[in-house]
C-alpha cells in the first residue's frame, strides 16, 4: 500500500522512530489505524476525545503521548501494567498494540468507555488484555489485583496526590507509578509532599519528552513504591 506524503499513519510512523527509536511492523500499522477508525466512529456517539480535535492527526498525536513512556522507562518482557481511568484507552491500548508481551489491566468506571474498550480488545485481538468496570477504591478489596503490577500508568485520571493515593496498593514492592503531566506537575507534588502519610514512596525520576511536530511537551512522573 502507498502512502503519500502527508499520510497520517507515515507522519506518526516517522515521529515514532525519530523521537522514540520504535518501529512500527505492517501488524502494528494495520491495527493502529484500525483502532483510530473506531474510535472517530465510535467518538460520534460518546465522548472520546474532544469533537474539536478528532482528525486522525490528532488521534495519532494521543497515540504518540502514549507511547513516550517506552523513552521515559525501560519495560521488562511481560510485564504487568494496570491503567487507571483508561478512557478512550490511553496509554495501554498504544502500548498493547506496540508490544504484545505486556498484560495489561485497564478500569474505566463509565460503562460506555468500557464497552469501546472491550470492543477494542476484540477487534484489535488483543491478548493478555482486561478491563474492570469499577472505580479505583472498591478494586483495592480484591486481592488478585493488590500488590500485583510492575506498573501502574495513568494518563489523565486527576491530580498526582489523588493518583498515587489509587495506585499505591496495586504496585508490586520496587513498582512505579508512571503519571502524564503538563507543567502543573511541580505544584502537584508539592501538594502531596505537603499533607502527612505512610506510604512507601519514592520519586524515580521526571523525565521531560517532546514531540516538536505534534505539540507534544510532556512531563513523566515515576515514583517508586520501596520497601
Given at each position: 500500500?502507498?502512502?503519500?506524503?502527508?499520510?497520517?499513519?507515515?507522519?506518526?510512523?516517522?515521529?515514532?522512530?525519530?523521537?522514540?527509536?520504535?518501529?512500527?511492523?505492517?501488524?502494528?500499522?494495520?491495527?493502529?489505524?484500525?483502532?483510530?477508525?473506531?474510535?472517530?466512529?465510535?467518538?460520534?456517539?460518546?465522548?472520546?476525545?474532544?469533537?474539536?480535535?478528532?482528525?486522525?492527526?490528532?488521534?495519532?498525536?494521543?497515540?504518540?503521548?502514549?507511547?513516550l513512556i517506552f523513552k521515559a522507562v525501560?519495560?521488562?518482557?511481560?510485564?504487568?501494567?494496570?491503567?487507571?481511568?483508561?478512557?478512550?484507552?490511553?496509554?495501554?491500548?498504544?502500548?498493547?498494540?506496540?508490544?504484545?508481551?505486556?498484560?495489561?489491566?485497564?478500569?474505566?468506571?463509565?460503562?460506555?468507555?468500557?464497552?469501546?474498550?472491550?470492543?477494542?480488545?476484540?477487534?484489535?485481538?488483543?491478548?493478555?488484555?482486561?478491563?474492570?468496570?469499577?472505580?479505583?477504591?472498591?478494586?483495592?478489596?480484591?486481592?488478585?489485583?493488590?500488590?500485583?503490577?510492575?506498573?501502574?500508568?495513568?494518563?489523565?485520571?486527576?491530580?498526582?496526590?489523588?493518583?498515587?493515593?489509587?495506585?499505591?496498593?496495586?504496585?508490586?514492592?520496587r513498582g512505579v507509578l508512571v503519571a502524564?503531566?503538563?507543567?502543573?506537575?511541580?505544584?502537584?507534588?508539592?501538594?502531596?509532599?505537603?499533607?502527612?502519610?505512610?506510604?512507601?514512596?519514592?520519586?524515580?525520576?521526571?523525565?521531560?519528552?517532546?514531540?516538536?511536530?505534534y505539540e507534544i511537551e510532556r512531563f513523566?512522573?515515576?515514583?517508586?513504591?520501596?520497601?
Amino acid at each position: 500500500m502507498k502512502h503519500s506524503e502527508t499520510d497520517p499513519l507515515e507522519k506518526f510512523a516517522r515521529s515514532l522512530k525519530e523521537h522514540l527509536g520504535l518501529d512500527l511492523s505492517l501488524k502494528s500499522q494495520k491495527k493502529f489505524k484500525l483502532y483510530l477508525e473506531e474510535l472517530l466512529s465510535w467518538n460520534k456517539r460518546i465522548n472520546l476525545i474532544s469533537r474539536k480535535k478528532d482528525k486522525p492527526e490528532d488521534v495519532y498525536r494521543h497515540f504518540l503521548d502514549s507511547l513516550l513512556i517506552f523513552k521515559a522507562v525501560k519495560i521488562p518482557e511481560s510485564a504487568k501494567i494496570l491503567d487507571l481511568g483508561s478512557g478512550a484507552g490511553f496509554p495501554a491500548i498504544p502500548m498493547k498494540i506496540l508490544r504484545e508481551d505486556l498484560k495489561i489491566t485497564m478500569v474505566e468506571s463509565i460503562r460506555k468507555k468500557v464497552l469501546f474498550l472491550k470492543k477494542m480488545i476484540e477487534l484489535l485481538e488483543l491478548k493478555d488484555t482486561t478491563v474492570f468496570q469499577d472505580r479505583t477504591e472498591k478494586l483495592q478489596s480484591r486481592s488478585e489485583l493488590t500488590e500485583s503490577f510492575d506498573f501502574v500508568t495513568a494518563k489523565a485520571f486527576g491530580k498526582l496526590k489523588q493518583t498515587i493515593y489509587a495506585a499505591y496498593p496495586f504496585l508490586k514492592q520496587r513498582g512505579v507509578l508512571v503519571a502524564y503531566k503538563g507543567s502543573a506537575y511541580r505544584s502537584e507534588i508539592i501538594e502531596f509532599l505537603r499533607e502527612p502519610k505512610d506510604l512507601r514512596l519514592q520519586i524515580k525520576d521526571i523525565k521531560f519528552l517532546e514531540i516538536p511536530e505534534y505539540e507534544i511537551e510532556r512531563f513523566l512522573v515515576l515514583i517508586e513504591k520501596t520497601s
